[in-house]
C-alpha cells in the first residue's frame, strides 16, 4: 500500500498546466533566494515541456523572474552526437529555454554525448557527485515516452540505478525519427540519470500531453510498480504530481 500516491491534476490544456506548475516553480525560486540559496532544477527535453519552458521564459521577462540562484541538471543526452548538432539536448535546452533567462551558463549541467566510451563510467560517477554537491534535486521535471520510460530509463530499469549509458527501446527511437529525419539518423544509446537518480529528488512533476500519452500513463499509475514499467516506479516517491490534460487523462477514473 502507497501511504502518498501520487497527485494528479487536470487541465483543459498542456498551456493551462503549465502556467500552474511554472508558478509553482517561480514561487519555490523566489523564496529559495530570500533565504540566500539555489534552487536546484531537475529539467527534460522533448515537446512536453515547451509549454512549461515557454511560461517560464514570460514570467522572466514579464514578471521579474530570475535564475540566478537555480542550478539546472538535465535528464539525458544522445550518445554519439556533438553539442551543437541540431538534435542534441543541449541545443534543444539553450533554444528553448536557457538562451531567453538569465540561468548562469555555469549553473548549466547537460550530459555530454561525446563522451569516449572508456571514460562513460566515470563521467556519469561525476555527474552524480555533481548533484550531490549542489544539494540534490528540489524538483525533478520528467515527461514519459511510450515505452513507460523517465529519462531514458528504459524498461527494464532498477529501481536504484544511477546515471549511466543505456540503449533506446525501438519504440523511443521510433518516435525520434522525424526529427532525425529518419530511423536510420537516431542515436541507439544515450546517458540518462538513472531511475534511483530521479527518485532521490525531493519533489518530482510528471507531465503528459495528449491522447497518445492515456494508455501508458493510465498503467504507470495502476501497476504494481516494476523495473519493467519504469514510470510506475514513481508510485513508490511520495511527492510526486502526475500534471496532465483532458487527453492525457481519458483513462483515468478522477
Known amino acids: 500500500m502507497i501511504s502518498h500516491p501520487p497527485r494528479i491534476e487536470v487541465s483543459a490544456s498542456s498551456d493551462a498546466a503549465s502556467k500552474k506548475l511554472a508558478a509553482r516553480i517561480a514561487a519555490a525560486i ?6 540566500g540559496g539555489h534552487y536546484v532544477l531537475g529539467l527534460a527535453t522533448g515537446s512536453t515541456p515547451i509549454p512549461l519552458y ?3 521564459i514570460r514570467l522572466h521577462r514579464e514578471e521579474g523572474l530570475s535564475f540566478r540562484n537555480v542550478i539546472g541538471f538535465n ?3 544522445y550518445l554519439g552526437i556533438p553539442a551543437d548538432d541540431p538534435n542534441s539536448f543541449r541545443t534543444f535546452m539553450f533554444e528553448q529555454l536557457f538562451d531567453h533567462i538569465d540561468l548562469p551558463v555555469p549553473n548549466i549541467h547537460i550530459p555530454d554525448g561525446t563522451i569516449e566510451t572508456g571514460e562513460i563510467e566515470s563521467y556519469c560517477a561525476g555527474y552524480e557527485a555533481a548533484i550531490a554537491a549542489a544539494g540534490g534535486i528540489d524538483l525533478q521535471i520528467l515527461g514519459i515516452g511510450r515505452s513507460g520510460h523517465i529519462g531514458f530509463n528504459e524498461p527494464p530499469s532498477p529501481a536504484d540505478s544511477r546515471t549511466r549509458r543505456v540503449t533506446l527501446d525501438p ?3 521510433e518516435d ?3 526529427t532525425f529525419g529518419g530511423l536510420g539518423n537516431v542515436p541507439v544509446e544515450a546517458i540518462t540519470m ?3 537518480t530521479i527518485l532521490e529528488a525531493r519533489e518530482i512533476a510528471m507531465m503528459a500531453w495528449g491522447a497518445g500519452k492515456a494508455a501508458i500513463v ?3 499509475l495502476r501497476e504494481t510498480p516494476s523495473p519493467a514499467l519504469p514510470a510506475s516506479l514513481l508510485q513508490n516517491h511520495g511527492n510526486v504530481t502526475i500534471i496532465l490534460d483532458d487527453a492525457a487523462a481519458t483513462y483515468l477514473d478522477r
Do not use: F, N
Open 194 to 196: 538513472g531511475v534511483g
Open 218 to 220: 493510465a498503467k504507470a
Open 54 to 56: 515557454r511560461e517560464l
Open 176 to 178: 525520434a525519427a522525424a
Open 75 to 77: 535528464l539525458d543526452e
Open 171 to 173: 519504440v523511443t527511437r
Open 30 to 35: 523566489r523564496h529559495r533566494e530570500t533565504e
